[in-house]
């Protein structure tokens, strides 16, 4: 039995328009049975979320967004307001996904601001750390995890509901996830960090999920550890039969 609820996440990432992503979500509901030990919530882009929001309604399915701007609203062309994933029903958001620091440059600062404003308007951040391949084979690991951490949760002083989410670059989606062992040093890393800074009992209430080529087959491995909370799933969380699996596991 796990200390934790377990938190599966599907980020699906830019897949699934807004016909498709119903289709998809009206599929799983029928696939899936009720687990009252797992929290399940998917990740659909912004334009999807909506066909999506009136399917799950009701169901043990939450809603969460891939990113979010750090205002209510203004002139910010493309963003995202925090209000308007609130009024879809998104209860959590991604912020720091390892793809937006890549490809959209978003720097720890950024980050920082975004999980500040979803904090202040009850939207729980899934906060995304990880070292690339070369930081790891320099032995750099914890040092880049803790470097993160600290700018991404500087000036903040309650997590409320937060996840944070270990996603070693080297493993998103390459097919090499992280071994167990490996993941479980971070994730004791990751809690110690908390505790530290804002105290035993809010480490050890934190969910710690790990993301990174997660599939069926080594789920089950990676939850025996005892700081892994869950998992955040991109590729294969729009894989219906495999993702209704993890859905489905006995744990
Ligand atoms: C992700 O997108 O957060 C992720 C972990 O992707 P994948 O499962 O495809 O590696």
Not at 44 to 61: A, R, W
Not at 63 to 88: C, M, Y
Not at 140 to 164: F, P
Not at 207 to 220: A, E, H, L, P, W
């Amino acid at each position: 039995m796990k200390k934790r609820k377990v938190f599966i996440g599907g980020n699906w990432k830019m897949n699934l328009n807004h016909l498709e992503g119903k289709e998809f979500v009206e599929k799983l509901l029928q696939l899936i049975r009720n687990n009252e030990k797992k929290e399940i919530v998917i990740f659909p882009p912004f334009t999807t979320l909506f066909t999506v929001s009136e399917v799950i309604k009701n169901s043990k399915i939450k809603l969460g967004a891939q990113n979010v701007h750090w205002e209510d609203k203004g002139a910010f062309t493309g963003e995202i307001s925090p209000q308007f994933l609130i009024a879809l029903g998104c209860e959590y958001v991604i912020i720091g996904h390892s793809e937006r620091r890549k490809y959209f440059l978003e720097n720890d600062e950024m980050i920082n601001k975004k999980i500040k404003k979803s904090l202040s308007t009850n939207l729980k951040p899934v906060f995304c750390v990880g070292e690339n391949l070369e930081e790891r084979e320099k032995g750099e690991t914890l040092q880049v995890i803790e470097n993160q951490l600290k700018k991404g949760l500087k000036d903040i002083k309650e997590l409320n509901g937060m996840v944070i989410a270990y996603e070693p670059v080297w493993a998103i989606g390459t097919g090499i996830n992280a071994l167990p062992a490996q993941a479980n040093e971070v994730h004791s890393f990751i809690r110690e960090f908390i505790s530290q800074n804002y105290g035993k009992k809010i480490s050890e209430n934190l969910r710690i999920i790990y993301g990174g080529s997660v599939n069926k087959d080594n789920i089950k491995d990676l939850l025996k550890e005892e700081e892994i909370d869950g998992a955040l799933i991109g590729g294969v969380s729009i894989k219906l039969n495999e993702f209704a699996q993890i859905i489905n596991l006995d744990l």
